[in-house]
C-alpha cells in the first residue's frame, strides 16, 4: 500500500510534522510512506495552470495519484488550515475530469500548542477533502497542549496515540486495493 503525508506545516520541530510521524509509525510494516514537502514551492492555484502545469504541481499531482491512502496533517491558522495546505488540494483536485485526489481515502489529524483541540481546523479539513471528492474518514484526531503531549518527538500520551492508531488502522482498511 502507498502512502501520502501532506503536513500543512514547514517549520522546523512542528507539531503537526511530529504528529504525521506518530501516523506513520502506526502504518503497518511494508507500507510504502511517501511525503510531499514542497507545500511552500506551489504557486497559488490558477486554472491556466491546469493544461500545463509547472513542474512541483505535476509532481504533487503524480505523488496524490500514485497514492492509495492519504494522511494529512494541520495546525489550526485563525480556525483553519494554512493556505498552503489548502493551495494544494486545491491543485489536487484540478482538472476535474482527471484529478488525482478523486476517491482517496484520507486520515485527518490536527495538533496544536493551545488547550484547544484544532476542531476548527480539522473540521474544515475534512470539508475541504470531501468538496475536493477525497474520502476523509468521519473520525479526526486533534492533540491539544503538543508541547506538552510530544516528548522528544515521540507522543507519549496513551490516549492520543491509540487514537492515532485506530485512526490508521481505519485508514489501512479503507485504502487496501479490492
Ligand atoms: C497565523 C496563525 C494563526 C493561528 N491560529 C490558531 C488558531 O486559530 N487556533 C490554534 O489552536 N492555534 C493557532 N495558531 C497557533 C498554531 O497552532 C501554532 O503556531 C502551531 O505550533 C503551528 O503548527 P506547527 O507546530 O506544526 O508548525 C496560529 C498560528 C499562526 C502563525
Do not use: C
Amino acid at each position: 500500500m502507498n502512502v501520502l503525508v501532506l503536513v500543512g506545516s514547514t517549520r522546523p520541530d512542528s507539531f503537526n510534522a511530529q504528529l504525521a510521524a506518530a501516523a506513520v509509525a502506526a502504518l503497518p510494516e511494508g507500507t510504502t510512506v511517501e511525503r510531499f514537502d514542497r507545500l511552500n514551492e506551489l504557486p497559488f492555484y490558477s486554472d491556466e495552470g491546469d493544461a500545463n502545469p509547472p513542474a512541483v504541481v505535476a509532481d504533487l499531482r503524480a505523488a496524490v495519484g500514485r497514492a492509495e491512502a492519504l494522511v494529512v496533517v494541520t495546525p489550526e491558522f485563525n480556525a483553519s488550515v494554512p493556505a498552503a495546505l489548502k493551495n494544494a488540494i486545491d491543485w489536487a483536485s484540478r482538472p476535474y475530469d482527471d484529478s488525482s485526489i478523486n476517491g482517496k481515502p484520507a486520515a485527518v489529524l490536527a495538533a496544536t500548542p493551545t488547550p484547544g483541540d484544532a476542531g476548527s481546523a480539522r473540521d474544515h479539513l475534512v470539508a475541504i477533502l470531501r468538496r475536493a471528492r477525497a474520502l476523509p474518514l468521519e473520525t479526526t484526531v486533534g492533540v491539544s497542549a503538543a508541547h506538552e503531549a510530544f516528548v522528544s518527538g515521540e507522543l507519549t500520551d496513551p490516549t492520543h496515540a491509540t487514537a492515532v492508531e485506530a485512526l490508521i488502522a481505519n485508514l489501512v482498511s479503507e485504502g487496501v486495493p479490492a
